[in-house]
């Protein structure tokens, strides 16, 4: 992938749907406060609000330059997530809604959306992405996945350009080995959930309430989607707990977002950091973390351990 990126990026998810109600003039100023700060990387998906969050996306390029901008997007979550859909007819048709949505000739990159494990494996999917890129519909490819083993699998494919994965400081197992399998290929990282679905925010406690349309409200226990994208898996009352533990490590000029932030930047090998915003105040907030010192040892081990007490025993090495 591009390495002249940002290394905080805007998610978009919060831009389509299930993290409440976000209208189109606040999400096109999150838009502008985040290119404002600095930030010259988007992660959006066809499935975000089944398209609108491209399509606000398209709109914002429309009014603003979008030289130095690249835009990732996602596919294959619009339909049921069989291995028979993921095929050059439905890529073509998928890739050329987005590029509609979008407003743009050529897509700078396409990921696979968490498609099913031996999608991963299947040498004509990724014949049929090598073919996208020769008819530039889209410029290269990479794949979003939920475990460090289908991670693996993508980075041992040679057109791949970039794998996404759920990166923050209570899912460190990607430490272990995906990261350097990537650095080693040369492979980019997207490091997504960077703040734990808000949890990393330290904004919460055992009296938030979320709501009916927020996923953090209708999947704690997996409902709709891969549990581990919601909290990064970890429960609730865990992660608060979790959370008032690695408060005393941040430093007294950040917050415990730009703190969590930055604590991703400063792991060897990841590309670009995607955390999400829903006013203009959050992005901003989010694109200083890079302008951060890197952390200190000390602080890089107590997060470590912090994981090894509390976090570790529950997920149990499950992604």
């Not at 998810?13 to 409440?20: E, P, R, S």
């Not at 096109?28 to 600095?38: E, P, R």
């Not at 494996?121 to 979003?144: H, K, P, Q």
């Not at 399998?181 to 492979?187: L, M, S, Y």
């Amino acid at each position: 992938m591009n390495q002249d990126v940002s290394v905080i990026g805007l998610g978009t998810w919060q831009l389509g749907a299930d993290w409440g109600e976000v209208d189109e003039d606040t999400a096109l100023a999150v838009l502008d406060a985040a290119v404002d700060s600095g930030v010259t990387f988007f992660d959006t998906a066809d499935v975000y609000g089944d398209g609108r969050s491209e399509q606000v996306i398209g709109t914002f390029l429309k009014s603003r330059s979008a030289e130095g901008l690249t835009v990732a997007t996602k596919m294959g979550r619009r339909v049921p997530q069989r291995p028979e859909v993921y095929t050059l007819d439905n890529f073509r048709a998928w890739t050329d809604r987005s590029r509609a949505n979008l407003g743009v000739d050529t897509l700078d990159l396409v990921q696979l959306h968490c498609p099913p494990t031996i999608v991963h494996s299947t040498d004509e999917v990724f014949d049929a992405l090598d073919t996208l890129v020769e008819e530039e519909r889209i410029a290269a490819y990479g794949v979003s996945v939920e475990t460090r083993a289908e991670a693996l699998a993508a980075i041992a494919r040679p057109g791949v350009a970039s794998v996404q994965i759920i990166l923050n400081m209570l899912r460190l197992a990607p430490l272990e080995d995906v990261l350097p399998a990537a650095q080693k290929a040369g492979v980019g990282i997207i490091a997504r959930v960077p703040l734990a679905s808000g949890l990393l925010s330290g904004r919460y406690d055992e009296h938030t309430e979320f709501p009916e349309n927020d996923h953090r409200n209708y999947n704690r226990h997996g409902e709709a989607f891969d549990v581990g994208e919601t909290f990064s898996g970890v429960d609730f009352t865990t992660g608060l707990a979790a959370v008032r533990q690695l408060a005393p490590l941040v430093p007294a000029d950040a917050t415990m977002a730009q703190f969590a932030l930055r604590w991703i930047i400063d792991q060897p090998g990841v590309s670009v950091v995607i955390p999400g915003a829903r006013n203009p105040k959050q992005a901003q907030d989010n694109a200083a973390a890079a302008s951060l010192p890197p952390l200190s040892d000390e602080a890089l081990s107590a997060v470590h351990h912090v994981y090894d007490e509390l976090i570790a025993p529950q997920l149990a090495n499950r992604w």
